[in-house]
């Protein structure tokens, strides 16, 4: 998962775009982006507290593993940093093209957007 400003740019966003693009296709393993707004209705603010996450550190990439808490990326933020630290953490398997291995899904986005807001409305 990704926390980071609601529309992000720039090398790192295309990096991490890199990385998704690897992985879209991998039921075993979900990429979110988390758009956290530090104005207005602060639109996920609430989740970026929960895992202490704040906009100095933007981006943030964390890997949930059922049973276990989230593991914080800390390395640069590039292609192969990235899946590597996805290859140590996750339990997912990588080929030596970066593909996962495996059986393949059919999914059409490799980014899922997040909105968890605190206002009910």
Not at 29 to 44: I, Q, R, T
Request: aromatic share 12%.
């Amino acid at each position: 998962m990704k926390f980071d400003v609601p529309y992000p740019y720039g090398e790192k966003q295309e990096e991490f775009m890199k990385v998704a693009a690897s992985v879209r296709d991998i039921p075993e393993f979900l990429v979110a982006e988390v758009g956290v707004k530090d104005y207005g209705e602060k639109e996920n603010s609430d989740l970026a507290e929960r895992f202490g996450v704040t906009k100095d550190d933007f981006p943030v990439l964390k890997i949930f593993k059922r049973g276990k808490g989230p593991v914080s990326y800390t390395g640069a933020f590039e292609y192969e940093a990235i899946l590597n630290f996805i290859r140590l953490h996750s339990g997912v398997i990588l080929n030596s093209t970066h593909s996962f291995c495996g059986s393949v899904g059919n999914r059409t986005s490799s980014i899922m957007r997040v909105v968890m807001s605190t206002n009910p409305d």
